[in-house]
């Protein structure tokens, strides 16, 4: 079973960067396709971006062009990319493998206007 585990997350600016990671315990890392989600406060938990065993990346609308998601399998770890960010984007981040249920604590994001 991996267990994974966020970091990264932080105060920053409206239009700043940050860059949060998803560090996975266990081997089979690489065979797991991931998914970062955030849940901001009085709203639902919705999905922000995916990659998959052989890189192929998918994003929500609302972060297109400006979240890059990718992985280190060496490393295990699968990274988020913001830029331009905006005070929408604070929420708490989770990354989850497919097919998994259970969620990690998340990393707070806070974007100020």
């Known amino acids: 079973q991996v267990q994974l585990v966020e970091s990264g997350g932080g105060l920053v600016q409206a239009g700043g960067s940050l860059r949060l990671s998803c560090a996975a315990s266990?081997?089979?890392?690489?065979?797991?396709?991931v998914r970062w989600y955030r849940q901001a406060p009085g709203k639902q938990r919705e999905l922000v971006a995916g990659?998959?065993?052989?890189?192929?990346?998918n994003y929500a609308e609302s972060v297109k062009g400006r979240f890059t998601i990718s992985r280190d399998n060496a490393q295990h770890t699968v990274y988020l990319q913001m830029n331009s960010l905006k005070p929408e984007d604070t929420a708490v981040y989770y990354c989850?493998?497919?097919?998994?249920?259970?969620w990690g604590q998340g990393t707070q994001v806070t974007v100020s206007s």
């Open positions: 266990g081997s089979t890392f690489s065979d797991l396709s």
């Open positions: 990659i998959s065993t052989g890189g192929i990346t």
């Open positions: 989850r493998p497919v097919g998994y249920e259970s």
